[in-house]
């Protein structure tokens, strides 16, 4: 079973930055699509970001142009690079698979808080 491990989280001032790093115990990402989630209190969880296997990305209209999602096949890892950030980001982000063989697959995640 695969694990997928967050990190990179942390308290940054409104218009800050932050990048979220998602390592898999396996080199998955090159053959699933990954993804960035958050989940703010009282509110579902969202997709914030993905990234597919030829690279094609997609984001929520609320990060478009903020924020960036990359992969390294070699460090099986993902990355979220947050931009600009705004006390509206504030939530528990996961790293989790969108789709392919290991769908379903979730990191615990990580707290990102933006202080006004």
């Known amino acids: 079973q695969v694990q997928l491990v967050e990190s990179g989280g942390g308290l940054v001032q409104a218009g800050g930055s932050l990048r979220l790093s998602c390592t898999a115990s396996?080199?998955?990402?090159?053959?699933?699509?990954g993804g960035w989630y958050r989940q703010a209190p009282g509110k579902q969880r969202e997709l914030v970001a993905s990234i597919g296997t030829g690279d094609r990305t997609n984001y929520a209209d609320s990060v478009k142009g903020r924020f960036a999602i990359s992969r390294d096949n070699a460090r099986k890892t993902v990355y979220l690079q947050m931009s600009s950030l705004k006390p509206e980001d504030t939530a528990v982000y996961y790293c989790?698979?969108?789709?392919?063989?290991?769908?379903?697959?979730w990191g615990r995640g990580t707290q990102v808080t933006v202080s006004s």
């Open positions: 396996l080199n998955i990402f090159s053959i699933n699509t």
């Open positions: 989790g698979i969108v789709g392919g063989p290991h769908f379903g697959s």
